[in-house]
């Protein structure tokens, strides 16, 4: 199936199939999803546990190589690149957010949020930075190194090293899974603000209804198929469709 890019679509899967393992043992962890997440907007990925999630972000972000069908970022297929234009692509065109933050200890707040411009041999641009650390309450940690920074402080940094690379998409991974109640809502509000003034495009797999009612739109996926959507969703609309899963298993 050939898909049409539109202009509005940063990221798609198309008729996306991964299978991990062979004969008996093969598991079908994305089985034919076709998908589109649109420029500036926030998505999350919903499902139960083991519904590929995590199969399908890394597909997207190309972390990981499809069985077949394929995933467009932007004009790029990514299933028919070769390494280097995929490392290329992650480096200069993909942001990640991790559960885990992801810091070098050795370097302070500020070396670590532009270390990959500086591997890449680019220059952060200095008006984005700084307006990066001052929305991300980071000016006065700068030159702290990830020991001397609250978990919730330490995913900022993260984020802001994802977003000074000015991304195509951002992707998160259960950005708020380490983090207390209050600053994962603050990680939160930052990614949605990122949306609203940078003009982000993020996609994050969650398993929090709370953290999915900040995205604009809910993907749900389940055993490996697309199972339906949510736009504008709440905590109540994310957690009965989950529920609404759960029971037809
Ligand atoms: N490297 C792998 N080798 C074999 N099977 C895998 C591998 N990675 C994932 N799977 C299987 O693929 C399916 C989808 O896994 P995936 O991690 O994408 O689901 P998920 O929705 O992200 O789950 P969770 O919510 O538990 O993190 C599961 O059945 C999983 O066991």
């Known amino acids: 199936m050939q898909m049409k890019v539109v202009g509005h679509t940063a990221v798609a899967a198309v008729d996306l199939v991964k299978v991990y393992g062979e004969g008996d043992t093969a598991v079908r962890a994305l089985d034919g999803v076709t998908v589109g997440f649109d420029r500036g907007r926030f998505t999350a990925i919903m ?15 190309g972390l990981d190589t499809a069985s ?3 995933v467009l970022l932007g004009e790029t297929d990514l299933t028919r690149q070769p390494d280097r234009v995929l490392t290329r692509a992650r480096r200069e065109r993909i942001g990640f957010v991790f559960q885990s933050f992801n810091l070098l200890p050795q370097l302070t707040a500020a070396a670590n949020i532009t270390l990959p411009l500086d591997l890449a041999g680019r220059t952060p641009d200095p008006q984005l930075f700084d307006r990066l650390v001052t929305s991300l309450g980071l000016a006065g940690r700068l030159t702290h190194r990830p020991s001397e920074l609250s978990g919730g402080q330490q995913q900022r940094v993260a984020l802001a ?7 195509e998409v951002l992707f998160a991974d259960e950005p708020t899974g380490n983090l ?11 990614l949605r603000d990122s949306v609203r003034d940078l003009g982000q495009t993020i996609v994050m797999v969650t398993h929090d209804p709370g953290a999915a009612a900040y995205a604009d739109r ?14 504008r969703p709440d905590i109540a609309s994310v957690t009965d469709a989950l529920q ?5 298993r």
């Open 47 to 61: 499902g139960p546990s083991g519904s590929g999630k995590s199969t399908l972000m890394h597909c997207l972000a």
């Open 68 to 70: 077949s069908g394929q």
């Open 180 to 190: 207390d109640s209050r600053s994962g809502a603050e990680v939160l509000h930052l």
């Open 244 to 248: 609404n899963l759960a029971a037809a």
């Open 161 to 167: 090293r994802a977003l000074v690379s000015r991304p």
């Open 218 to 231: 809910v993907v749900l996926l389940a055993d490996g198929r697309l199972a339906g959507e949510i736009d």
